[in-house]
């Protein structure tokens, strides 16, 4: 895994996301910004 991009250290980092996507990619993509996460997918279908 990538280190995160420096300027996101200086988030405040004490809680988590939800990401609501079980999308390998946005997760990997917000990991490397180095937040933490909790997936969680909504399960709902967006063909609409």
């Known amino acids: 895994m990538q ?7 200086q988030i405040d980092n004490r809680f988590s996301l939800i990401l ?6 946005r997760k990997n993509l917000l990991e490397r910004l180095g ?11 967006e063909e609409a």
Do not use: F, G, W, Y
């Open 35 to 45: 937040l933490k996460l909790l997936v969680n997918p909504a399960h709902i279908n």
């Open 3 to 9: 280190e995160a991009i420096p300027i996101m250290n």
């Open 20 to 25: 609501a996507s079980a999308s390998p990619r």
